[in-house]
Each structure stands twice: as structure tokens, then as C-alpha cells.
């Protein structure tokens, strides 16, 4: 394979963007070098570029901020004693609970979300009249997973495809789709007020999207979780792909699984 996309910007901070107005940390440090965008300090999973943007997002993000989560206080309380009452037990199989599962995937994803653009940069597909593509990501956790884990290997990637928006759009209509899911709509409509901040009427660009799929076993229960973010491009980039005869897939898998994190530099 060859080197890595030439990226004349910080690949890390492009994939950073405010939940409101969509800018990335890389368009307000075209202004301000030192700007970085800011965590909502309750579920901790969107970021915004102001108190205003925050402000403004607040009566749509308020109704999963609260959502299967608890706050940082809270999470970091029980996940103390969580973790001293394992230690007490000299055990490291204690099942891991649910508010750390959906912490952690917090965290995974933004480990991880440079090597999915990156995925995205170099595997996508050549689409129809430059058609919004959708990067569908399906994840496991190892049933031995516990609080000691680290947010980098605690998931597995089982399987992970590209498809047009319009294909998402029919599964999420659809319920005999391989992707339905009654989470669909909600990731829809998150998409579509994106498209409406972000892309003016007669753009060039478009609006792509990746969605991670994590399925767990928690206490014999099966539970599914959804977290979808945005990446915007003026390009198709089928004809300068970093990977052939679809080995993207097995390089995503590996790096996954080696558990490190990933940085574009380290491409091999």
C-alpha cells in the first residue's frame, strides 16, 4: 500500500464539529489557532464551538443528552465503586454496567474516528451524481469485558459496509432491510438538520455519514446502541483509494483489533 492521504489540515481536529452550526475545530482555527471546540457537560457525546451554538442545539440535544446516561459526577461515582467493589472481590468479570457501556462507546468513537474518515477518504465507493454516502459500522464487546477495560479495545468490529443515503432511507422504512432499525428515523432526522445548517441550496459538497452499530450482551440481555456523526467533502474519492480489492474492510478490522488507537501517520 502507499503512504497516507496527503491532508494539508489536522486530520483529528477536521472530524471534530460543532453539533449545532457543523463547523470543525479546523474552520475555527483558521480564525483562532487555540480554539477547541467544547463537550456538553452532561452526556458528554456532542461538542459545540459556543455557549450560543449550545444555547440554540439545547431543544434538540435535550432529548437524548439525558437520555441512558448519567452525569460526569454521577458516572465517575459509581464507576469507583464499581471498580473497588471488583477489586474487593478479586475478580475481573464483573458485568459491566450500562451507563460505563455507553461511556465507553463514547470514548471509542472518539478514538477512533480518524481511522474512519480515513476508511471513508480512501474506500468509498464512486456514488451517482456525487450521491451523500453512508459508512454503516457494525461492533461486538467481548462478553469478558469489564471496568477495567480500556476505551481503545473494548469493542470489535464484526462487520462494516458503504451504501447510498437513499439505501439508509430504506432501512429505515423498510423492515425486512438487513439494516432496520427503529433507531433509522431518529439518526435521519439528525442527519437532515445538518444538511439544512450546513449544505445552502446549490452546494457543491455534500454531507456523508457514518453510523456505528454496538451490540452487546449485558446480564443475558440484548441491547443495541447507535452513534452517528457527519463528514462533509467536495469530492468523490473513488479514484485516489489507499486500498485495492477491498482490503480496507480487513485493515479496519486489525487496527481495532490491536487495541492502540489510531493516528493517519501510522497507515501501513
Same mark, same amino acid.
Given at each position: 500500500?502507499?503512504?497516507?492521504?496527503?491532508?494539508?489540515?489536522?486530520?483529528?481536529?477536521?472530524?471534530?464539529?460543532?453539533?449545532?452550526?457543523?463547523?470543525?475545530?479546523?474552520?475555527?482555527?483558521?480564525?483562532?489557532?487555540?480554539?477547541?471546540?467544547?463537550?456538553?457537560?452532561?452526556?458528554?457525546?456532542?461538542?459545540?464551538?459556543?455557549?450560543?451554538?449550545? $444555547?440554540?442545539?439545547?431543544?434538540?440535544?435535550?432529548?437524548?443528552?439525558?437520555?441512558?446516561?448519567?452525569?460526569?459526577?454521577?458516572?465517575?461515582?459509581?464507576?469507583?465503586?464499581?471498580?473497588? $467493589?471488583?477489586?474487593?472481590?478479586?475478580?475481573?468479570?464483573?458485568?459491566?454496567?450500562?451507563?460505563?457501556?455507553?461511556?465507553?462507546?463514547?470514548?471509542?468513537?472518539?478514538?477512533?474516528?480518524?481511522? #474512519?474518515?480515513?476508511?471513508?477518504? =480512501?474506500?468509498?465507493?464512486?456514488?451517482? =451524481?456525487?450521491?451523500?454516502?453512508? @459508512?454503516?459500522?457494525? #461492533?461486538?464487546?467481548?462478553?469478558?469485558?469489564? $471496568?477495567?477495560?480500556?476505551?481503545?479495545?473494548?469493542?470489535?468490529?464484526?462487520?462494516?459496509?458503504?451504501?447510498? @443515503?437513499?439505501?439508509? %432511507?430504506?432501512?429505515?422504512? =423498510?423492515?425486512?432491510?438487513? @439494516?432496520?432499525?427503529?433507531?433509522?428515523?431518529?439518526?435521519?432526522?439528525?442527519?437532515?438538520?445538518?444538511?439544512?445548517?450546513?449544505?445552502?441550496?446549490?452546494?457543491?459538497?455534500?454531507?456523508?455519514?457514518?453510523?456505528? %452499530? $454496538?451490540?452487546?450482551?449485558?446480564?443475558?440481555?440484548?441491547?443495541?446502541?447507535?452513534?452517528?456523526?457527519?463528514?462533509?467533502?467536495?469530492?468523490?474519492?473513488?479514484?485516489?483509494?489507499?486500498?485495492?480489492?477491498?482490503?480496507? @474492510?480487513?485493515?479496519?478490522?486489525?487496527?481495532?483489533?490491536?487495541?492502540?488507537?489510531?493516528?493517519?501517520?501510522?497507515?501501513?
Amino acid at each position: 500500500m502507499t503512504g497516507p492521504l496527503n491532508c494539508t489540515y489536522d486530520l483529528e481536529r477536521e472530524v471534530r464539529y460543532c453539533s449545532n452550526c457543523g463547523k470543525t475545530e479546523n474552520e475555527l482555527a483558521a480564525k483562532d489557532k487555540a480554539a477547541v471546540l467544547q463537550l456538553c457537560g452532561d452526556c458528554r457525546s456532542v461538542r459545540y464551538c459556543s455557549a450560543k451554538c449550545q $444555547l440554540t442545539d439545547w431543544p434538540v440535544h435535550r432529548k437524548i443528552c439525558k437520555k441512558g446516561y448519567q452525569s460526569p459526577k454521577q458516572t465517575k461515582k459509581t464507576d469507583k465503586l464499581s471498580f473497588l $467493589l471488583a477489586r474487593f472481590l478479586r475478580t475481573k468479570t464483573s458485568p459491566m454496567p450500562v451507563h460505563a457501556i455507553q461511556a465507553i462507546f463514547r470514548d471509542w468513537t472518539e478514538i477512533y474516528r480518524a481511522l #474512519l474518515t480515513f476508511i471513508f477518504i =480512501n474506500a468509498s465507493v464512486s456514488a451517482p =451524481n456525487h450521491a451523500p454516502q453512508v @459508512l454503516y459500522v457494525k #461492533l461486538s464487546m467481548p462478553s469478558t469485558s469489564n $471496568l477495567e477495560i480500556k476505551a481503545r479495545c473494548a469493542f470489535q468490529v464484526e462487520d462494516a459496509e458503504f451504501l447510498t @443515503l437513499e439505501e439508509f %432511507r430504506r432501512a429505515t422504512v =423498510n423492515k425486512s432491510h438487513r @439494516l432496520y432499525s427503529e433507531e433509522n428515523g431518529q439518526i435521519l432526522d439528525g442527519y437532515n438538520r445538518h444538511v439544512q445548517i450546513r449544505m445552502p441550496h446549490g452546494s457543491i459538497r455534500r454531507l456523508n455519514m457514518v453510523v456505528q %452499530r $454496538l451490540e452487546v450482551q449485558h446480564e443475558g440481555v440484548p441491547l443495541t446502541y447507535f452513534k452517528s456523526w457527519f463528514h462533509e467533502d467536495a469530492s468523490d474519492y473513488a479514484t485516489q483509494s489507499k486500498f485495492r480489492d477491498g482490503t480496507w @474492510l480487513k485493515y479496519l478490522k486489525e487496527k481495532v483489533a490491536d487495541g492502540e488507537g489510531w493516528h493517519y501517520s501510522r497507515f501501513d
